[in-house]
Every structure is written in C-alpha cells, then in structure tokens.
C-alpha cells in the first residue's frame, strides 16, 4: 500500500481526505488507481491523452518528481507520495 | 427578490447577496483556491462555476444554493486524437516549451465562459473549442462542427492563448449560435452547430480578428455589440456586417498606431436597452483613460455614448477583463464589474451611479448576476 498526501485544493474531490491509500509500483500507476476511486480526481491527474498534467509535481523519498518522469519512477510498497500544488507568488 | 453575484477571481469566488433594493450586500467566499472563471445558471436554477488551476486542470463546480458546492465527474475535454494548435501549446506551456509540443495534443486549460441556452450548457474553452452538456452536467459532448471548423490550422492565438470566450445564443432560433474566438474571429452557425462561419466584414482586421467580446439583446439577437480590439462595432444584421459605432468614446493609440476605443467588457441591459462598455487606454496600457475609472452607457445602440463616473475612483490604474462586467435584467436594470485589482462596482439605477460593493478581492476574472 502506498500514500498519497493530497493537497488542501484537491480535498473537495477527496471527500475530504488528507490522504489517500493506494496500490501501484509506479507513480503514474498509483495516480491511476487514486483516480479509478475518485473520478473526479481523474480529471486533475489527468489530461485528455491519458497523460499526467505537465505542471504535476509530487515529492517521494525527499525528492521532487516531475510529470514526465512519473511514468517510470518505481515506489515501494509503505512509501509515501506528496502531491503537490506547485505555484509561486502572491 | 434576492439578488446575487457570482465573482469569480483568481482564488475563488465571492458570492454577494442583496434583496431587490442592491443597496446592502453581503459577501461570501466558496471554492477557495481556485481561480474561477466563468458561471452560468441553467432553467432548473443550478449553478455552475468554471474553474482552472494551472496544475489540476480544468473543472466544474455545481450547486443549487450557492453555498454547498461540488465538482463534477465529467468536464468539457477534446477527443484523445485532437491534434493542438502549436502557437497555442507555446503560449500555455511557455515555462517548459522546449519545442516539445510541436504536434502536441489539443488541450483544454481553461474553461472561458458558460451560456445557457434551449435546456443546455455551452462552455467556449481554450485551446478553443465549445462544448455542451444536456443532462446537467453528467456528460460533454464537443460540437464537432466547431471544434473541427475547416480553417481552424489557420487560426492565431492572441497572446492570452486561442480563446473561445464569448458564445451567444438566440432563443427563438436554436439552429443560431455565436461564438467569438481570440484572435481568430466571431463564428455563426444557422444550422445547429453544423457549419460555422466568421463574420467581421466592416471590422477592422488589419492585424488580426481580436473580437474581445460581444453583446446582445435576446429578443433581439441579431443586433449585437461588439468590443473589439480595434474599436467598438454594431452590427444589426446579425454579424454579417459591422459599423464603428465609437461617438462620445475616448479613443487610445494601439501598437500600430491605430487609434480606437480599447478595452474588453460589454453589456446590455434588456429592459432599457442599455449598452455599457469600460473603456481602457489602448492595448499598450490597459488602464481607465488619465486613471480616471468610467463606464461609458449607450441608449441609442451605440450610436452615442457617455461617461458615468459617479461613484467611481479617480486614481485608478487597474482594468476590467472580458468576462467581468454584467447586467442582472431587473427594473430598473442593475449593473455590475470588477476590476482586476479586486473591487466590485454595482448600480441599480441602470448604470448612472456606482457604488464598491467588495474590495480587497484578488484579481476578478468573471461576474454574473442572478435575480431570484
């Protein structure tokens, strides 16, 4: 099982959950599978192709993971995703 | 009698609430955290919000008291095949575009304005596109005939991205539609959504077809007042052709020297047949002409118009943006705008006076009234 820190923004589709708990051995993969429990999340995660949303950045093991790396990214069972609203300024 | 304002800023949206007097208000804020862009109400009296994070995407949020609000499954989106406009994917991504995108996707990243008309939704989008949901909400369906107009490899973004920002309906012909595109043009269809054709013969296109946005009277439709990038127009053949109706307007220095009246928002109050536009000094500045904050009213279809300042500031350098300035079609007529410095300006006596209603709200992207 891996957990996903959800953002305050995203709560709303989240039923109000801080965190979600999902199954994956990628990160795209456990994006999938938070989006198949909560469709309405989908439509954030997710752009029409089916690809992860360019501005998408998550932090795993202390590190940033950007959008086109998160296909391939490899997590472990217990690991903890935080994903996050990445802006800037006022 | 209540009456309420949906406005939509960059964090959120304040909903303001009065009774038919508008002289008292009370604010609220709902959807914090994301901008909101554009709100519609459909014939059933629920209400839908537009908003676009930059990161999540696009969404639509509904209610039917303007207090409790959920998102929607389902969002106006492009078929997976869609191929983008590459001057739009460059302006969208400009912090990451490294010549990726070419032959990108055709995305949506923003959903610009909501109309109801004959029982629907539309929602005009960017990359440019128009979409309608039947079932409120549960489904969108892309109108096809648009989406994949035979010209659309040449239309140009303006710099805000290629925009569908303005739709209108007429509602005793529900074949005719309007749909005004930046900087690409002002699109009719006459055989529901099938065909659609651009109309700006009269306009000024020397540099482009920048429709900002238009106007018009249901019952009324083909009169339509239009603010363009170029000046200010009427066309009272339903967009076939169009006259500068620019008499009393202060009028600015565009980049190529072209001098007309500048700005973005356009109104109409049904009942008095009222026209308001907020002129602004010209596209280098985008700013109340000697920062001197007016709307300026029509009463003869655009043929004069004059400057109501009362109420307002002085001393103002913000602007007005297309979707922020509206009427809420009681009598006498109220009308209101925000400005993207965050103020709400209201009038209940048809645009002669004004009075700040909300301030201190960060930039204001969309206002819609709402008399119940």
Redesign the interface.
């Known amino acids: 099982m891996i957990r996903v820190q959800v953002p305050?923004?995203?709560r709303?589709?989240t039923g109000g959950a801080r965190t979600l708990e999902a199954e994956g051995t990628t990160v795209r993969e456990v994006f999938e599978d938070i989006a198949k429990r909560h469709?309405?999340l989908?439509?954030?995660?997710f752009?029409?192709?089916?690809?992860i949303?360019?501005?998408?950045?998550c932090v795993h093991r202390d590190s940033v993971v950007r959008a086109g790396d998160m296909d391939s990214r490899k997590v472990d069972q217990g690991e903890e995703l935080i994903l996050a609203?990445?802006?800037a300024g006022g | 009698m209540t009456v309420s304002l949906i406005v939509g800023t960059k964090k959120g949206a304040a909903i303001l609430t009065s009774d038919k007097d508008r002289r008292t208000w009370k604010a609220d804020f709902a959807l914090k955290g994301w901008p909101v862009t554009a709100s519609a109400r459909d014939d059933g009296g629920r209400y839908y919000a537009a908003v676009a994070n930059d990161v999540f995407g696009p969404a639509v949020f509904i209610s039917d008291d303007l207090k409790e609000w959920k998102q929607l499954e389902s969002a106006p989106r492009f078929n997976p095949g869609d191929k983008g406009n590459e001057q739009h994917i460059r302006i969208a991504g400009a912090a990451d575009f490294m010549g990726r995108y070419k032959d990108g996707p055709r995305l949506v990243d923003q959903i610009w304005t909501l109309h109801a008309a004959h029982g629907a939704i539309y929602a005009g989008t960017s990359e440019a596109g128009l979409f309608v949901t039947r079932d409120r909400g549960k489904s969108w369906e892309p109108v096809s005939g648009f989406n994949d107009h035979p010209n659309r490899d040449k239309w140009e973004p303006g710099f805000g991205g290629l925009c569908a920002h303005t739709i209108l309906s007429d509602p005793k012909n529900p074949n005719r539609m309007w749909v005004g595109v930046s900087s690409s043009g002002f699109f009719r269809t006459d055989d529901g959504g099938k065909t659609w054709n651009e109309k700006s013969k009269g306009v000024n296109t020397d540099l482009g077809i920048c429709v900002h946005h238009v106007t018009h009277d249901p019952t009324e439709p083909n009169v339509l007042f239009r603010q363009d990038h170029r000046g200010v127009y009427r066309s009272d053949d339903a967009g076939d052709t169009w006259v500068v109706t620019e008499q009393g307007l202060p009028c600015g220095e565009l980049s190529d020297g072209h001098r007309c009246s500048f700005g973005f928002a356009i109104a109409m109050d049904r009942k008095s047949r009222s026209v308001f536009i907020a002129p602004l000094e010209g596209d280098n500045f985008r700013m109340p002409h000697n920062g001197e904050l007016a709307i300026y009213k029509s009463n003869d279809k655009g043929a004069n118009w004059q400057p109501r300042k009362t109420g307002l500031p002085s001393n103002c350098y913000s602007g007005v943006l297309r979707g922020a300035m509206t009427t809420d079609q009681l009598d006498p007529g109220g009308v209101y705008f925000g400005t993207s410095s965050g103020s709400v300006y209201a009038s209940s006596d048809v645009g002669e006076s004004w009075s700040e209603v909300a301030s201190e709200l960060p930039r204001i992207m969309s206002v819609e009234a709402y008399a119940t």
């Open positions: 305050p923004v995203l709303s589709v469709p309405a989908a439509l954030h995660l752009d029409e192709r089916s690809g949303r360019r501005n998408i950045i609203n990445a802006f």
